[in-house]
């Protein structure tokens, strides 16, 4: 992020459960809901809420339902604050993934485009700025335990420096 012309690194910790609703068989709208907090330099956040929406379209999908391309896209804002102010972070990601069902395990990789917005406000002042890396890599796998129970790992690169762990539950 580049703050008053400055190269700065904002890190973030993020709680989040993610309910997933087929609404078409090639249509997927998700919530998250959960908890974030933010630091940048001069501040340090405390915990508070997150939320967020998408949506999954299946551009693709082979016969056998092995191959899938998916456009997937969403918002996700949290607040935190501390002592001296309060931020908002607005994140909104469109990506493009490909994933190949092999056994118990679907790995997946894409593209994706991410803007991530600021706004630390202190007293009658206020600050905005914006993540300068925009374009990003995507990879992880889901790992189903049976049909219903998986777990996850995902790694972002180049536009967020990321660790994504999780356990998910289809009905």
Do not use: W
């Not at 600021?118 to 049976?146: M, Q, T």
């Not at 129970?149 to 995902?154: D, I, L, T």
Request: aromatic share 12%; proline share 3%.
């Amino acid at each position: 992020m580049r703050i008053n012309g400055a190269k700065e690194e904002m890190t973030t910790r993020q709680l989040v459960v993610t309910g997933d609703y087929g609404l078409l068989p090639s249509l997927d709208l998700y919530i998250k809901l959960g908890f974030a907090d933010m630091e940048v330099p001069d501040f340090k956040g405390r915990l508070d809420g997150l939320y967020g929406v998408g949506a999954k379209f299946k551009l693709f999908k082979d016969p056998e339902d092995k191959l899938n391309v998916t456009i997937d896209g969403g918002v996700t804002r949290f607040n935190s604050g501390d002592s001296t102010g309060d931020a908002t972070v607005t994140d909104y990601m469109g990506a493009l993934i490909v994933s190949n069902k092999a056994g118990n395990m679907t790995p997946y990789a894409g593209f994706k485009v991410c803007e991530t917005e600021v706004e630390l406000k202190s007293g009658a002042s206020s600050r905005k700025f914006s993540a300068d890396k925009k374009v990003g890599i995507l990879a992880g796998v889901d790992y189903f335990v049976n049909p219903n129970v998986f777990f996850n790992g995902e790694v972002n690169l180049f536009d967020q420096q990321a660790v994504y762990l999780g356990a998910g539950f289809k009905f």
